[in-house]
T-cell receptor, first 111, second 117 residues
Framework: LAKTTQPISMDSYEGQEVNITCSHN???????ITWYQQFPSQGPRFIIQ???TKVTNEVASLFIPADRKSSTLSLPRVSLSDTAVYYC????????????FGTGTLLAVQP | ETGVTQSPTHLIKTRGQQVTLRCSSQ?????VSWYQQALGQGPQFIFQ???????GRGNFPPRFSGLQFPNYSSELNVNALELDDSALYLC????????????????FGPGTRLTVL
């Protein structure tokens, strides 16, 4: 699966929009981009998945440029409860739907 | 709808012992994956079970083994525990073929915190 690079940590304030960028230069044609969120002492939780352009759900938006070598997770108007680690994953499943996690981005939201 | 549950929540063992961790899948899911998460790291894939058969394995030694039962619940067994086995063990269930991407959404349990002394 393609390797991903994302910032180790980010700080924000309540009410702001947060954009977390992930770099995946070696993404394959069949690969999708998936983001998971993990709170302390909990398992990761699926946020969003996309292949190209823009995907939006009730929680976040995912922006993927035409070359697909990077992607940006956008969280609108964050609150303190959005403080968590955010993982960017790239892959296509195949015979095994295994998830390959990096170290993620620790987002700290301040009041 | 019941989510993924794991037991026990915490466990303390000594080196050389054996441990069994348990996981109940979310209703309707037929695939279970196990991950190991060391402190400050992302989860690492151990193995996956689909319809009671192992369906892929990560870079873990044979002393890590598992089972999936007809009701799709699962066990992770670790023999000859080592200090480095101390970690949070996560179970995730999914429904095979749910996503067009082939990378099905996995629903994680809260994990079992294993400490090896």
């Amino acid at each position: 699966l393609a390797k991903t690079t994302q910032p180790i940590s980010m700080d924000s304030y309540e009410g702001q929009e947060v954009n977390i960028t992930c770099s995946h230069n070696n993404i394959a044609t069949n690969d999708y981009i998936t983001w998971y969120q993990q709170f302390p002492s909990q398992g990761p939780r699926f946020i969003i998945q996309g292949y190209k352009t823009k995907v939006t759900n009730e929680v976040a938006s995912l922006f993927i440029p035409a070359d697909r070598k990077s992607s940006t997770l956008s969280l609108p108007r964050v609150s303190l409860s959005d403080t968590a680690v955010y993982y960017c994953l790239v892959g296509s499943g195949g015979a095994t739907n295994k998830l390959i996690f990096g170290t993620g981005t620790l987002l700290a939201v301040q009041p | 709808e019941t989510g993924v549950t794991q037991s026990p929540t915490h466990l303390i063992k000594t080196r050389g012992q054996q441990v069994t961790l348990r996981c109940s899948s979310q209703s309707g899911h037929n695939t279970v994956s196990w991950y190991q998460q060391a402190l400050g790291q992302g989860p690492q894939f151990i193995f996956q079970y689909y319809r009671e058969e192992e369906n892929g394995r990560g870079n873990f030694p044979p002393r890590f083994s598992g089972l999936q039962f007809p009701n799709y619940s699962s066990e992770l067994n670790v023999n000859a525990l080592e200090l480095d086995d101390s970690a949070l063990y996560l179970c995730a269930s999914s429904l095979w073929g749910q996503q067009a991407s082939g990378l099905d959404t996995q629903y994680f349990g809260p994990g079992t915190r294993l400490t090896v002394l």
